[in-house]
């Protein structure tokens, strides 16, 4: 069964702190990707990737840094937490075919206080 | 610049009723346009995409109307039921294989 698998569920860090979001897809999807969910600004992307060693910008890359080290393993990074990055972080992914929509993760909650 | 619109923001209709969700694009060069629904605590799940091949998708009582020419989505739901309250998105893909989304109708359907 189709699955991507987020970790940690919620997260709790300080102005400044390191946090490492971490993101494992097991369904041979090309595509992976992170988003960032705030009320009023419905989902937006952060970085994207094609492949193991690929990196792409989104829309609100600002803050956050991404690596994605094999095809099944994509993490988001933030090296300086800021409060304003307080959100619901989605990972997804997806295949090569052209009708493909994405398939999401159950989310991380993370709090930076 | 939002480059996929939703509207309304929310959506109140009673049970039986035809609710319609409106979107709009400014790219383009998008090429399949999936609505996700989002039910409150748990993450996007697809429910029923289009390509600009087509101007008509339905399945069941969701269909999805496409005027490429004015780059114009709609999504009706038609027979409404409590069950159908979500949060509904469009979304786009480009050529580039980046989802990008509205930013949302919640809908409420009241029995």
């Known amino acids: 069964e189709a699955a991507v698998t987020q970790s940690p569920r919620n997260k709790v860090t300080v102005t400044g702190g390191n946090v490492t979001l971490s993101c494992r897809q097991t369904n041979s999807h090309n595509y992976m990707y992170w988003y960032r969910q705030d009320t009023g600004h419905g989902l937006r992307l952060i970085h994207y990737?094609?492949?193991?060693?690929?990196?792409q910008i989104g829309d609100v890359p600002d803050g956050y840094k991404a690596t994605r080290t094999t095809q099944e393993d994509f993490f988001l990074l933030l090296e300086l937490a800021s409060p304003s990055q307080t959100s619901l972080y989605f990972c997804a992914s997806s295949g090569r075919e052209d009708n493909q929509a994405p398939l999401f993760g159950e989310g991380t909650r993370l709090s930076v206080l | 610049q939002q480059q996929v619109r939703q509207s309304p923001q929310s959506l109140t209709v009673w049970e039986g009723e035809t609710a319609i969700l409106n979107c709009s694009y400014e790219d383009s060069t998008f090429d399949y346009f999936p609505w996700y629904w989002q039910f409150p605590r748990e993450s996007p799940a697809l429910l029923i995409a289009i390509r600009p091949v087509s101007n008509k998708k339905e399945d069941g009582r969701f269909t999805i109307f496409f005027n490429k020419r004015e780059k114009k989505l709609s999504l009706h739901i038609t027979d409404s039921q409590p069950g159908d309250s979500a949060t509904y998105f469009c979304a786009a893909i480009q050529g580039g294989r980046a989802l990008i989304f509205g930013t949302g109708t919640t809908v409420s359907v009241s029995p």
């Open positions: 990737s094609y492949g193991a060693g690929n990196l």
